[in-house]
């Protein structure tokens, strides 16, 4: 048997010795075409025109979370120009990605659209259709008067990713969850629960000299999971979530000749699932930062920071976790600092770069579908009265149409 196994063994060492030539070539073409790839890439991305739109909101929104769900559903699924190997291969076209933003800037709140330029009118005529009364404009980066203080006086941050705990077909806890899908006027105002009230209520609390900045990126979800068996087809979110609810109604149901009753909590979990792949998903990345100047950083936020989507987490379905913090646990994983310094110039130079699917911070995403993305960024109701909360205080209407031409 041992004299077998070094045949094998030697039989396998002689034919890459043999085929040497092939293996080296493969092995640098490949390494050429990803090269070539990142470099077309890279300079698609350095010429994509982006604009920055602010979204101010009405004093009354008497608008659920669906109509947010609408916008994004709508306006966030464009793809680009990535539909032929010309355009992706030649050109180094990429899948378009958005940003959306929850603003604190020394306390008072505000809502951010980052966009390419060829998609603004899409995302303001969505907008428009859903909240009339709102005013979008294009505005200067909200960054770039902090980096400008930045230059002159010291300043301490803390940043933090999210991610999911679970697979992404596992539905966080959303606005449908809390009743918010009803008719706001069928609800009684004084019991409604808008899970992002903390946030803005977070948001509001930060002091001169303090800023928080929540950055939420997303672009139409991509085949990125590898179906088992086969290693060269790759499948959706959808593709993965079938095979996650097929192991669980084995695990939950047992088999033919050994069949269980299930829970409610698991016939709930299945459902919840199957519901969730019926909207559209849209690879994901959060990342939140808390910056101060230097005297009136608070080492206390962070703590709050990291807590501050914990009112979406689900006990049996999914939640978000914080991970690739700028700090470490331990005094002696980082003893010079020198660590946690990079990890922060990192951070707040992907931040405002607005860098998660590509290069120069190409991270995994994961995938959130429209239902949950309008949870965690949409336009508050009157239920949210943070007072730095910026409202607009009139509201527009219609010229009449009776006036003299």
């Known amino acids: 048997m041992k004299r077998h196994m070094e045949d094998i063994l030697f039989g396998i060492l002689f034919f890459f010795m043999d085929t040497w030539p092939i293996w080296t070539l493969i092995i640098c ?8 790839m990142r470099y077309l890439n890279r300079k698609f991305i350095e010429n994509i025109k982006w604009v920055l739109l602010e979204v ?4 009354e929104v008497f608008k659920s979370p669906f109509a947010m769900e609408m ?5 966030l699924t464009q793809s680009g120009g990535v539909g032929t190997w010309v355009q992706r291969y030649w050109l180094g076209n990429v899948l378009n990605w958005f940003s959306l933003e929850i603003v ?5 709140v505000r809502f951010f659209i980052r966009t390419s330029k060829n998609f603004k009118m899409i995302i303001e005529n969505q907008l428009y259709a859903q909240y009339p009364q709102a005013e979008i404009t294009e505005v200067d980066d909200y960054v770039i008067p902090v980096m400008a203080s930045m230059n002159k006086e010291p300043w301490s941050l803390f940043g933090a990713n999210f991610i999911l705990s679970k697979e992404d077909v596992f539905p966080i806890k959303t606005y449908v969850d809390y009743n918010l899908d009803q008719a706001p006027e069928k609800l009684d105002q004084e019991q409604i629960i ?3 009230t903390p946030v803005i209520e977070f948001l509001g609390s930060m002091r001169p000299g303090e800023h928080l900045w929540i950055q939420i990126m997303v672009r139409v979800a991509t085949k990125r ?9 790759k499948g959706d979110w959808k593709d993965e979530g079938k095979d996650v609810i097929k192991k669980l109604k084995e695990e939950y149901g047992g088999t033919e000749e050994k069949p269980k009753q299930m829970t409610e909590i698991q016939r709930q979990t299945l459902s919840a699932l199957e519901k969730s792949m019926l909207k559209p998903g849209f690879d994901t990345g959060i990342r939140t930062m808390y910056l101060a100047k230097k005297e009136s950083f608070d080492a206390f936020r962070i703590g709050a920071m990291l807590g501050a989507f914990k009112q979406y987490n689900s006990g049996f379905l999914n939640g978000f976790k914080p991970t690739n913090t700028t700090g470490f646990d331990y005094p002696w994983q980082d003893p010079t600092g020198r660590r946690a310094r990079a990890l922060k110039q990192e951070m707040f130079d992907a931040y405002i770069r607005r860098s998660y699917f590509y290069e120069p911070y190409k991270m995994d995403p994961f995938v959130l579908n429209s ?3 309008a949870t965690i960024f949409h336009l508050p109701g009157a239920v949210s009265e943070t007072p730095q909360l910026k409202r607009i205080e009139s509201t527009k209407s219609e010229p009449p149409t009776n006036l003299p031409l």
């Open 29 to 36: 073409v490949s390494l050429a075409w990803s090269f070539w």
């Open 56 to 59: 101010r909101i009405p004093k």
């Open 71 to 75: 916008v994004i559903a709508n306006a």
């Open 104 to 108: 604190s800037t020394e306390g008072n």
């Open 194 to 196: 808008d899970p992002i």
């Open 225 to 233: 999971y590898l179906k088992p068996g086969n290693w060269f087809k």
């Open 371 to 373: 239902e949950e993305l």
